[in-house]
C-alpha cells in the first residue's frame, strides 16, 4: 500500500518530469494490454476485459498524441534552437528518427485500436499477441532513446525561463491555462468542463493541422498500406465517426453495381478484411464478378480513399476465429438472417430468432458455412485531401506488376 491516497502527477513547471510521466503511464498501458492477452482467452471479452480496453484506448486516443505532439512541437525545436556543436550534430541524426518511430508507432497503434475497440464494446476476444509485442517493443526502444539523449540534453541546455515556456506550451495544449490572481475570481470550472474543453481543443487542433495540410507526394509512404494505415490513425485521433465504416461496391452479372456500408474488421498487406453472408446479395455478385471497391469518407478531414481489387473469401478458421469472438446475440442473428432475402413482416424474423435461441440454449452456436470474411487484395488505392478552391490532392497507388507500386498525381 503506498501513503498516497491518489497517485500524483507532476506539474508543468518541471515539463521534463511530466514526460517522463507520460512514459510511465505508456508503460503501464502496455502491461494492461499484455494482461489482456492472457485474460481474454479465459474469460472472453467480459466486463472487466471491456473496462481494460476502453482505458487502454483512452490513452493512446488521446494522451499519447499530445505527448507526441509535446516532443514534436515544443521540446524538439527549442531542442535545435539552442544545441551547438556536438549537441546539434547528434540531434540532426537523433530528431529524425525520433519522427519516423513516431510515426511507425501510430501506425502500429491503428492496427491494435481495431481490436480493442471490438474488445471494448463485447464484440471481440480477439487480440494478437504479436500486435501486442511489436507495439510494446517499438515503445520500449524509443522511450529509452529519449530518456537517455534527449532529456538529459534539455536538462543541461535549457535556461529556466526555457524550462517555464516549454511547460506552459504544453500545458496550453491541455487546455489548462494559467490566470492571474485577479482573474481567478470566477468559480474553476469542474473536472468535466476542463476534460470537455481540453477535448474539444486537441479535435480542433488535429483535425486543422491534417486538412490544413497538403499531400506532398515526398511525404507520402511508398507502401499504400502504410500510408493508409497513417491516415486511418489520424481519422481516429479526430474522432471520425464510425471511423472503419466504408462503402463497398460489388458488381451484377449484367454489369450494374451495387454498395452498401460495411465495417472493416482488419487490414494488412494482404489486404482489407470484413465479415457478412456469402449468400447475400453482394456475396452472391462475387461469385460471378471478384472485382469490388471500397470507399472511406473522413469528413472532418477532408479526406477519402479509394480502394479497388478483387475479392476472395477469408480462411473458415480465420472466420471461425472472428465468429466465436462475437457477442452471442450476433452469432443468433447471424445464424436466424438469411441476409438480403425478403421476408413477410419483422414477426417471422423474430420468431425465427426465437427458435435459433431456443436451439443453442445448451451449446454454443456454430458459425453457418454462409457466414464469414473476404479480404479485398488491392490493385488500387488512391488518397484524396480536400483543398481549397476544390482543387484538391489526388494521389494514386496502382501495382505494377513486380509486386510493387507505382505512383501518380491526378487531376482533381
Ligand atoms: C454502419 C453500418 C455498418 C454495417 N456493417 C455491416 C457489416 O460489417 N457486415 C454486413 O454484412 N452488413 C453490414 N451492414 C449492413 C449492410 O450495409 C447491408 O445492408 C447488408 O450487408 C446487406 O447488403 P446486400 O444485400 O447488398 O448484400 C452495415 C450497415 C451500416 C449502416
Not at 487480440?127 to 510494446?136: C, H
Not at 525561463?161 to 485577479?182: I, K, N, T, Y
Request: aromatic share 8%; hydrophobic share 40%.
Amino acid at each position: 500500500m503506498t501513503d498516497a491516497l491518489f497517485e500524483t502527477a507532476p506539474d508543468f513547471d518541471q515539463p521534463l518530469a511530466v514526460l517522463k510521466h507520460c512514459h510511465e503511464k505508456i508503460k503501464k498501458q502496455i502491461k494492461t494490454m499484455q494482461r489482456l492477452l492472457e485474460h481474454l482467452p479465459r474469460h472472453g471479452a467480459n466486463l472487466e476485459a471491456q473496462q481494460a480496453a476502453k482505458a487502454v484506448l483512452a490513452y493512446f486516443n488521446k494522451s499519447a498524441g499530445m505527448h507526441h505532439a509535446d516532443e514534436e512541437e515544443d521540446l524538439m525545436p527549442l531542442l535545435r534552437q539552442v544545441a551547438q556543436g556536438e549537441d546539434a550534430a547528434m540531434l540532426s541524426q537523433l530528431l529524425p528518427k525520433i519522427l519516423r518511430e513516431h510515426k511507425k508507432m501510430e501506425a502500429a497503434w491503428s492496427v491494435l485500436a481495431l481490436q480493442l475497440e471490438d474488445i471494448a464494446s463485447g464484440e471481440s476476444a480477439q487480440l494478437s499477441a504479436n500486435d501486442v509485442q511489436a507495439f510494446g517493443e517499438l515503445y520500449a526502444e524509443h522511450m529509452v532513446k529519449e530518456e537517455t539523449w534527449l532529456a538529459p540534453m534539455a536538462m543541461r541546455l535549457f535556461s529556466a525561463e526555457q524550462m517555464a515556456a516549454l511547460g506552459a506550451a504544453m500545458r496550453m495544449r491541455r487546455g489548462l491555462h494559467q490566470v492571474s490572481q485577479d482573474e481567478a475570481i470566477e468559480l474553476p470550472p469542474s473536472r468535466q468542463d476542463i476534460e470537455e474543453t481540453q477535448a474539444r481543443l486537441q479535435l480542433a487542433a488535429i483535425r486543422t493541422d491534417y486538412t490544413r495540410q497538403s499531400m506532398d507526394e515526398s511525404e507520402l509512404d511508398a507502401d499504400p498500406i502504410r500510408q493508409f494505415s497513417v491516415w486511418f490513425e489520424q481519422a481516429r485521433a479526430a474522432r471520425v465517426a464510425e471511423v472503419n465504416a466504408m462503402t463497398v461496391c460489388s458488381v451484377d452479372a449484367q454489369g450494374r453495381p451495387s454498395s452498401r456500408i460495411l465495417l472493416l474488421k482488419g487490414f494488412d498487406h494482404q489486404g482489407f478484411t470484413f465479415f457478412t453472408n456469402y449468400h447475400s446479395r453482394k456475396g452472391r455478385e462475387w461469385e460471378h464478378n471478384p472485382h469490388a471497391a471500397l470507399s472511406f469518407f473522413w469528413h472532418e478531414l477532408e479526406r477519402q480513399v479509394r480502394i479497388e481489387g478483387t475479392i476472395e473469401k477469408v480462411s473458415p478458421e480465420l472466420s471461425d476465429q472472428y465468429f466465436n469472438s462475437r457477442p452471442l446475440a450476433s452469432r443468433l442473428s447471424a445464424l436466424a438472417s438469411n441476409q438480403s432475402e425478403p421476408v413477410t413482416d419483422r414477426g417471422q424474423m423474430e420468431a425465427r430468432m426465437q427458435e435459433i435461441s431456443a436451439q443453442y440454449m445448451e451449446q454454443e452456436p456454430p458459425r453457418p458455412a454462409h457466414w464469414g470474411g473476404y479480404l479485398l487484395r488491392p490493385r488500387r488505392i488512391e488518397f484524396w485531401q480536400g483543398r481549397a478552391s476544390r482543387f484538391h490532392d489526388r494521389v494514386e497507388y496502382e501495382l505494377d506488376g513486380n509486386g510493387g507500386w507505382r505512383r501518380q498525381r491526378l487531376q482533381p
